[in-house]
């Protein structure tokens, strides 16, 4: 690694973390470095000059890649990116000419993959930055927090402060009024509450009324001053699955599409209902082989050890007896699909195991690559940034990228259309 002096080293560490529009705190996350008073100075002398970083630092430093963040003249359209994760509805997006104005995303490991892909620091929690703060923007887009609805969690619904950031969301699109909208989020979201959470959510997006939530309600300041607000856009929801759109994994997912009523006008009204009932028309053969690699060259420790293997096996005996379809799943190469990846899948997973008696081995996990694979992400998207647990947290987080990619294309003639 080439040695620099002082100077060019204060100019590069600075050129680096403008060059992804980040504030010295954001860059000290990005980095490692703790979120501290001491961290903040530490990088502020470092781009005064005074002191250096240390080699390991050094290099995660050099490792950012640089992108053209420049505003692209021939950009269709304009959107943002919210509960942004790992950027899987941008890619999509930006594949059908829009163009990214602003990204939020507060888990920090996220950030850093995020950086290492798209050449810029997701802002931090939504609930901290203001509507106005917030560019122009004819679309937006959102995977908003699941574990409020999930079959994993609690299933709280609004009464969980990750159900109330979906209020966040209503908040943004008072203020900026944009074209269309499309969100993201578990299947499960459909019967909760018997139907009640959804319906509250469609209710909003549709302006039908405001909702009255408890006084001790986790919401920011300005989402509790918006409730009142009344948006007017066209919407439905459709529960699409990956497995129909060419990726070998069953994942359900519930979209929800939304067109600014005066935007499209009347004669349009429904457009939303025939996008998705479109789609929910699509049928594909998948092989899970197909994403594979080759056991005889994947990692060993990807493979499960004699206690793991030996626990799966005695706990799938046990919830057998009692009852329930609780357990491991075992598949290989000629199965259609694979079942749903979690955001637990790092801890032993239990819900795709990959078989490998013909080698006479014990089965093994995904790769992170098999991952990126089963959610759609082009083979050069960057996996450096984070460690194999962190990447599965994010994959089991993310979205399925060709869902996204399908409904973009149907969206994409009315967004360029129509852009601000």
Known sequence: MEVLNPDNLR?????????????????????GMKDSEAAYEKILDWERGVGEPTPRVMGFINSLPEFDSSPSMAAKFRFI????????????????????????????????????????????????????????HDLLLAGFPCQAFSQAGLKKGFADTRGTLFFELQRILAYHKPKAFLLENVKQLKGHDKGRTLQTILDVLRGKNSPHLPEDADLSEEARESLGSLL????????????????????????????????????????????????????????????????????????????????????????????NGFGYSLFNGDSPYCSTISARYYKDGSEILVDQSHLNRNPRKLTPRECARIQGFPANFNLSAVSDPQLYKQFGNSVSVPVIRAIANEMAEVLRDGAC
């Open 232 to 323: 007017d856009y066209d919407v439905d929801f459709r529960v699409l699955s990956s497995n129909n759109f060419g990726v070998p994994q069953r994942r359900e997912r519930i979209y929800i599409l939304g067109f600014r009523r005066d935007f499209i006008g009347k004669s349009e009204y429904g457009l939303p209902v025939r996008i998705l009932d479109r789609l929910s028309e699509r049928v594909t053969d998948t092989r899970l082989g197909d994403i594979l690699e080759d056991s005889k060259s994947v990692d060993p420790k990807y493979t499960l050890s004699d206690r793991l293997w030996e626990g799966h096996q005695r706990r799938l005996i046990e919830h057998r007896a009692k009852g």
């Open 11 to 31: 100019k590069h560490l600075q050129h680096k973390r403008l060059a992804l529009g980040a504030d010295i705190e954001t860059f000290a996350r990005l980095i």
């Open 81 to 136: 990116d919210l509960f942004a994760g790992i950027g899987g509805i941008r890619i999509p997006f930006e594949g059908i000419g829009g163009q990214c104005v602003f990204t939020s995303e507060w888990d920090k490991f996220a950030q850093r993959t995020y950086a290492f892909n798209f050449g810029e620091v997701p802002s931090g929690d939504i609930t901290k930055i203001r509507s106005k703060d917030i560019p122009l």
